[in-house]
């Protein structure tokens, strides 16, 4: 059975994207948080997006600037097998990315059952609020970046249930940044 995890990068007023759905932000150019991107890049499993965060994603990670900046982190993501979540695109087209116009939830919860190294998640607020919602999520890396945004897109947007949550670990970078590592309280 795969574990589903959430990997955000959230400013300290709880936006992982700004009003316009920049998630910029959270770049860092500081010796230590690139070398635990690096190390997190090392994972293996599917990166699962909704279209908004691919959009995002492709824009960025394909480019000669995203090689020269991370190349590890790079490569990998640009490797990766990929899902993207949109009943309005017509195809995807960054290398091994699949285009799923189902219903995530269900989707998912087929995706869970199989045998593989995982699905990891990043931004795609609707769809980790989707997801939550129906249990299926089982651990979340919450990055919190020392930056006010004063508004924008929220990891669980759109949830309708309270989800309560452990912390289990958590890490502190010289940069003032917390990685937060919780699981769903069931």
Same mark, same amino acid.
């Given at each position: 059975?795969?574990? /589903?995890?959430?990997?955000?990068?959230?400013?300290? %007023?709880?936006?992982?994207?700004?009003?316009?759905?920049?998630?910029? $932000?959270?770049?860092? %150019? %500081?010796?230590?948080?690139?070398?635990? !991107?690096?190390?997190?890049? *090392?994972?293996?499993?599917?990166?699962? =997006?909704?279209?908004? #965060?691919?959009?995002?994603?492709?824009?960025?990670?394909?480019?000669?600037?995203?090689?020269?900046?991370?190349?590890?982190?790079?490569?990998?993501?640009?490797?990766?097998? &990929?899902?993207? $979540?949109? &009943?309005?695109?017509? *195809?995807?087209?960054?290398?091994? !990315?699949?285009? /799923? &116009?189902?219903?995530?939830?269900?989707?998912?919860?087929?995706? &869970?059952?199989?045998?593989?190294?995982?699905?990891?998640? $990043?931004?795609?607020?609707?769809?980790?609020?989707?997801?939550?919602?129906?249990?299926?999520? %089982?651990?979340?890396?919450?990055?919190?970046?020392?930056?006010?945004?004063?508004?924008?897109? !929220?990891? =669980?947007?759109?949830?309708?249930?309270?989800?309560?949550?452990?912390? #289990? *670990?958590?890490?502190? $970078?010289?940069?003032?940044?917390?990685?937060?590592?919780?699981?769903?309280?069931?």
């Amino acid at each position: 059975m795969q574990t /589903v995890m959430v990997f955000n990068n959230v400013s300290v %007023d709880g936006y992982i994207a700004d009003d316009k759905g920049d998630m910029s $932000f959270a770049r860092n %150019d %500081d010796a230590e948080w690139n070398e635990f !991107t690096r190390g997190n890049a *090392k994972g293996g499993g599917t990166l699962l =997006f909704g279209r908004k #965060t691919y959009d995002l994603m492709v824009s960025f990670w394909p480019t000669p600037a995203a090689t020269a900046m991370m190349p590890e982190v790079a490569e990998k993501m640009n490797s990766a097998q &990929k899902l993207v $979540f949109s &009943k309005t695109m017509e *195809k995807a087209e960054w290398k091994n !990315t699949t285009l /799923v &116009k189902s219903d995530p939830v269900e989707a998912v919860r087929k995706m &869970k059952a199989e045998a593989g190294e995982g699905i990891v998640i $990043f931004g795609s607020g609707t769809i980790v609020a989707q997801l939550a919602g129906a249990g299926l999520i %089982d651990e979340y890396q919450i990055a919190v970046i020392p930056v006010a945004l004063g508004g924008g897109r !929220t990891m =669980f947007e759109g949830l309708e249930e309270r989800q309560r949550l452990k912390l #289990t *670990k958590h890490r502190v $970078f010289g940069n003032g940044s917390v990685l937060l590592h919780y699981e769903p309280v069931r």
